[in-house]
């Protein structure tokens, strides 16, 4: 006779809370791209700098920097933060301009509604000024 363990219930389901990614490398790249204060930038170069500050041990780990930061440059051009001037030169985007400032509506008169040929005032507030207790001011 074989004799199984009751079941027990499933615990529930932990929700996964998604980060965004942020590589290191994309302050670097910013950095970079950002030192002549909105200028254009030769893209080949800013690459040998950054992957020369990081001091790769051979060829293969050079060759994987290199393609790691033009993966995350493209990352950064979709995401609007460095703006691609020609086929070798890039540029930060510039920051959004703030909106205008909203005009303050202008004050329209006061209508009385519903037409009357003496104005109310309501003692109860009411939609239409209305109600069972009114005062009629008579001109």
Known sequence: MIIFAPEQPK???ISVITV???DS????????????????????????EIIEAEHPADRTQRRRLCSR?????????????????SKSH???????????PTPLPTPRP????PPSPYPTVADLG??????????????
């Open 11 to 13: 615990p529930a389901p």
């Open 20 to 22: 965004p990614v942020v």
């Open 25 to 48: 490398l994309d302050g670097k790249i910013m950095e970079a791209v950002g030192q002549l204060d909105g200028e254009p930038v030769a893209l080949w170069p800013v690459i040998h």
């Open 69 to 85: 930061l033009l993966c995350r440059l493209r990352g950064l051009i979709r995401a609007g933060k460095i703006v691609r001037e």
């Open 90 to 100: 890039v540029r930060l985007a510039a920051p959004p301009s703030a909106p205008p």
């Open 110 to 113: 006061v209508k009385n509604w």
């Open 126 to 139: 009411s939609f239409h000024g209305g109600g069972p207790h009114k005062v009629v001011f008579r001109v």
